[in-house]
C-alpha cells in the first residue's frame, strides 16, 4: 500500500490567553509526586476539572472547588471522559514508523534485515519529510506530548524531524544518530562530519519552540571511540543537552560490545569512560544488567528507559524492575517504534504491569505507578518535572482527554463504575489511539480525535 494517508494537522490555540479561563470538566488523574516513594500520590476524582490560563494549569480539584474559584470561567463539560497529563515517551525511533509489526526477530538480525534497511532510506529527503509527518501523527495521535527521539543518520533527515515537530506544536528532544562502523555503509559518519552536523541541527533547534537537542550514538556496537569523543565534546560545550543511546539490551550484543571494548569493566564503562553519564542521561533497555551497573546509574542520577512490548518483541528478556527501584534507579517509559509493537504509552504501561507479574522478582503495578510511569517518571527522565508531568499549578497545561467511542470494551466499563481507581485502570488496560479525544501542549490543540 503507498497511499499517504496522515490527516491534516490542525492545531490551534483555544485555551484563552490573557486573563480568561477555561475549565474543563471530567474525571481527572495525575501523579503530582513519585509513586513507587509515596504510594498514596496518585490524585483521582470522578466529578474533577483542571482550569487552564495562559496555557497553564490554575487549577486541579474536585469540580465544586475549581468552579468556586473560577465563577466567571468558561467550562467545558467533559463528563463520561478522563483528564490525563500528557504521556511522555522516552525512547522512541523516527525513521522505523513503517517497520512496526515485523515480528519474529532478535536485536542484531532485525538490525540487520529489518530496520537498517529502512535507516538507510531516510538518505532521501523528501521520503525523511513524509514519515516525519506520520511519525508526529502517531505521537499525537496517542497522546504523547513529549517525546525523545532517536532521529535518523541522515542530518537533512533529523532536520525534516524537527521541522514536522514543530509544525506540530510537540515536545520533542531529538538528535541526529552517530554511528562510524558495524552498520551498513551508508549508515556511517566520520566523526569529524558527524561533529559539525551536530553542531549545526544544536544551532538551529536546540531550545526552539518545543524542541531540545540529544546527543544519540547509536549504541556502543556501531560508535567507536573517536565517536564517544565527539559526544562528549558536544555535551561539554552544551550541558544542556540531553545524552541517550542503548544499554544492555540483548546477551549477544553484550558480549559484542564486550568483545570491542576489552578493557572495559562492562556495558555502562564504555559510555562512563566518556562522562557521558549523568542527570541528563536516559538509557534504553538495560534488561541484562549487573548490581555494580545499577548501583552506578542510581549514583549517576541517569534514567533507564524502559520498553516492554520492544522487550517482548524481540525477545529480549523480562525488565528487572525492582531491582532497579531497589537501587534508586530513575525509570520511564518507552514505546521503541519500530521495535516496538505501537506508539501507544498506555499500552506500555499495561505491558509493564503484564511482564512484572511474570518476573524473576515479581510485583504487582497499581494504576498510580503506571500512571506515574507513562507522565511525570518521563519528565524526571528528562528533567522536565518542574514544566509537565502532572497537573501542579503553575505548570504547563500539557494534557490530554480520553473518551472512549460507544460500543469499545472500554465504554462499557466505564459507564458501569464510579470508582476512581477502577477507572483509571479500565483506560490503562483498554485505552487506545480511538480514545483520544483531544491533546493539548501548553492549553493548545495538537490533535483532536473523533468529533
Ligand atoms: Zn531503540
Not at 555535551?235 to 543537552?241: G, I, M, Q
Not at 497545561?397 to 466505564?414: C, Q
Request: one cysteine or more.
Amino acid at each position: 500500500m503507498t497511499t499517504a494517508t496522515v490527516p491534516r494537522v490542525r492545531t490551534k490555540t483555544i485555551a484563552m490567553r490573557g486573563d480568561s479561563v477555561e475549565i474543563l470538566r471530567a474525571a481527572v488523574f495525575h501523579t503530582p509526586k513519585n509513586t513507587f516513594e509515596y504510594p498514596e500520590a496518585l490524585f483521582a476524582i470522578t466529578d474533577g476539572a483542571v482550569a487552564i490560563k495562559s496555557g497553564r494549569i490554575a487549577a486541579c480539584d474536585d469540580y465544586i472547588a475549581v468552579r468556586a474559584l473560577f465563577p466567571d470561567a468558561v467550562v467545558r463539560d467533559l463528563r463520561g471522559g478522563c483528564i490525563l497529563p500528557g504521556l511522555i515517551d522516552t525512547h522512541v525511533h523516527f525513521p522505523q514508523v513503517r517497520i512496526t509489526g515485523s515480528l519474529g526477530h532478535s536485536l542484531l538480525d532485525w538490525l540487520d534485515a529489518v530496520a537498517l534497511p529502512e535507516e538507510a532510506a531516510m538518505a532521501d529527503p523528501d521520503h525523511a519529510r513524509v514519515v516525519a509527518r506520520e511519525f508526529t501523527h502517531g505521537l499525537a495521535s496517542h497522546g504523547t506530548t513529549t517525546s525523545l527521539v532517536f532521529g535518523a543518520h541522515f542530518a537533512d533527515a533529523t532536520a525534516a524531524l524537527f521541522e514536522a515537530a514543530k509544525h506540530r506544536g510537540l515536545r520533542v528532544v531529538a538528535g541526529l544518530v552517530l554511528s562510524d562502523r558495524l552498520l551498513r555503509p551508508e549508515l556511517h559518519q566520520t566523526p569529524d562530519v558527524a561533529f559539525r552536523a551536530c553542531r549545526n541541527l544544536i544551532e538551529n533547534f536546540h531550545g526552539r519552540s518545543r524542541l531540545q537537542y540529544a546527543v544519540i550514538p547509536r549504541f556502543a556496537f556501531s560508535a567507536s571511540e573517536p565517536m564517544l569523543e565527539v559526544c562528549q565534546s558536544l555535551l561539554r560545550e552544551e550541558p544542556s543537552l540531553i545524552f541517550t543511546t542503548h544499554i544492555n539490551e540483548n546477551p549477544d550484543e553484550i558480549a559484542q560490545v564486550a568483545g570491542l571494548f576489552p578493557a572495559a569493566e562492562d556495558y555502562l564503562a564504555v559510555y562512563e569512560k566518556y562522562d557521558l553519564i549523568g542527570r541528563h542521561s536516559v538509557l534504553a533497555h538495560n534488561v541484562h544488567t549487573t548490581d555494580s551497573q545499577l548501583q552506578r546509574l542510581s549514583a549517576h542520577g541517569a534514567s533507564i528507559a524502559h520498553c516492554p512490548c520492544s522487550n517482548g518483541a524481540l525477545g529480549s528478556g523480562i525488565f528487572p524492575l525492582t531491582r532497579h527501584l531497589d537501587a534508586g534507579v530513575r525509570v520511564a517509559l518507552g514505546t521503541d517504534i519500530g521495535g516496538g509493537t505501537g506508539f501507544g504509552i498506555l499500552k506500555e504501561a499495561l505491558q509493564a504491569h503484564l511482564m512484572q507479574r511474570l518476573a524473576a522478582q515479581p510485583r504487582v503495578l497499581s494504576p498510580a505507578e503506571m500512571l506515574y510511569l507513562a507522565t511525570r517518571a518521563g519528565a524526571e527522565a528528562l528533567s522536565m518535572e518542574t514544566e509537565i508531568g502532572d497537573f501542579t499549578v503553575g505548570k504547563a497545561a500539557d494534557l490530554i482527554f480520553v473518551k472512549p467511542p460507544a460500543g469499545s470494551t472500554l465504554h462499557t466499563v466505564l459507564a458501569h463504575t464510579e470508582d476512581p481507581e477502577r477507572i483509571l485502570g479500565a483506560v490503562l488496560t483498554l485505552g487506545d489511539q480511538d480514545s483520544i479525544c483531544e491533546v493539548r501542549i501548553e492549553g493548545d490543540l495538537i490533535y483532536e480525535g473523533r468529533p
